[in-house]
């Protein structure tokens, strides 16, 4: 039979989690764009160096160099590979932060009886706390002091 506190716990275990992933996700997106402009940017600089002297004077050289140099600049692997990369690293760096919040949030989920109950009120206490922190700033100390 399922009980009420089951059911709280699920509950509080699914918001938990589900912040935490949102959280993850959007970090990612946004290390994703960064990531990948510094990738293109230092893929564009080594193209451009690469084919900004020849060996010899040669029009057929220089013809063939400036489209194998339009071909290396339009290759989205590049940016694919950046986007990618950042968006990895900026989802398992949130998780990280957070694992507290994720482990407790884990625990009221899949955890049964005690561990359920202990997970739900310790992911209800670090809300309650990064409530208090971030939002009404009791025991940040300001930039300014």
């Avoid at 506190?5 to 949102?22: D, E, F, H, R, W």
């Avoid at 600089?45 to 160099?65: G, I």
Wanted: proline fraction near 2%; charged fraction near 20%; aromatic fraction near 10%.
């Amino acid at each position: 039979m399922i009980s009420l506190s089951n059911i709280v716990c699920k509950t509080v275990g699914i918001a938990g989690v589900s912040a935490a992933l949102y959280d993850a996700g959007k970090v990612g997106a946004d290390t994703s764009a960064r990531v990948k402009q510094l990738v293109n940017a230092d893929h564009f600089e080594r193209v451009h160096n690469a084919t900004r002297t020849m060996s010899t004077e040669s029009h057929v050289t220089n013809y063939l160099q400036d489209k194998v140099k339009d071909y290396r600049m339009n290759n989205p692997f590049y940016s694919i590979f950046g986007s990618i990369k950042g968006f990895c690293k900026g989802f398992f760096e949130s998780l990280g932060t957070h694992i507290i919040p994720v482990t407790l949030a884990s625990m009221a989920l899949a955890g049964k009886g005690v561990w359920a109950k202990i997970g739900a009120w310790g992911i209800a206490g670090y809300a309650a706390l990064t409530i208090a922190r971030e939002g009404f700033g009791i025991g940040k100390v300001s930039p300014k002091d």
